[in-house]
Structure formats: structure tokens, C-alpha cells
């Protein structure tokens, strides 16, 4: 993953405070090439539910690029750093990573990877290069 691809993460969550923001991660193998910010339909800062039709829409456009959904983002803006329960009931995407970005202090929030296996979650190194 580029530097830049977390930038535009951490950009979409920023302007979507105080509610958890979520999206997608396009690319190929387990390279991302593309940042999909999706709207929370549930406009809450507990939970989030991915719109649909947005979702449709980026399923589609990856198809088209001949690219996959390799991983799910989005933020727990009150914490924790890693997946809820409802993270791992609700989770639908088995192959794919999931992002969780959340305030590591007052002035930083910071992002961890899973794989969901399970009723389970362990946590996966992010390669991060230079943009």
C-alpha cells in the first residue's frame, strides 16, 4: 500500500467525523491501487452500514479495471483499534482484509489490518511504501 492511498483514507474519515466512515481497497493480488470511500448509510458513530448502490457502483468499476475488493475500511471514532463484535458477525467479504482506523491519542489516529476467521480476528502487517 502506498502512503498516499493512506492519506486518502485518513481524509475521508477526517471529513466524516463524528460518524465512523468506511470504504473500500481496489487493487490486485494484495497490492492496493485504488482508495473507494463509500457513504455510511447509517450516519453513526457506532456503526456503519456501506450504501449500496455505492457499493454496486465500485464493484463494478473494479470489474471494469480488472481489479478486486482486497480489503474494507472504516473507523471506530471512540475506539477500540480492532474488530468489534458486530464487526465480525456482520462481516461478509471471507478473503479480504479489513482496516480499522481509530485515535491512538488526542491529536493521531492510526490504522491496524485484520483477517476475519471466524468468530475470530488476528491482526496482519501493513506494508506501506513510498508514494
Not at 457506532?46 to 475488493?69: G, K, S, T
Amino acid at each position: 500500500m502506498l502512503t498516499q492511498h493512506l492519506q486518502q483514507m485518513e481524509n475521508h474519515i477526517f471529513q466524516n467525523l463524528p460518524e465512523e466512515a468506511c470504504g473500500m481497497l481496489g487493487g490486485r493480488g494484495n497490492q492496493v491501487e485504488e482508495v473507494i470511500p463509500i457513504t455510511n448509510q447509517a450516519h453513526s458513530p457506532v456503526r456503519y452500514y456501506m450504501q449500496p448502490v455505492e457499493m454496486l457502483r465500485a464493484f463494478e468499476w473494479l470489474e471494469q479495471q480488472q481489479m478486486e475488493m482486497i480489503a474494507t475500511f472504516h473507523s471506530h471514532p471512540m475506539g477500540p483499534c480492532h474488530p468489534s463484535e458486530t464487526d465480525i458477525q456482520e462481516f461478509a467479504y471471507p478473503g479480504t482484509a479489513m482496516l480499522i482506523w481509530s485515535p491512538m491519542d488526542e491529536n493521531r489516529w492510526g490504522v491496524k489490518a485484520f483477517v476475519i476467521e471466524g468468530c475470530n480476528f488476528r491482526e496482519i502487517p501493513l506494508v506501506l511504501l513510498e508514494s
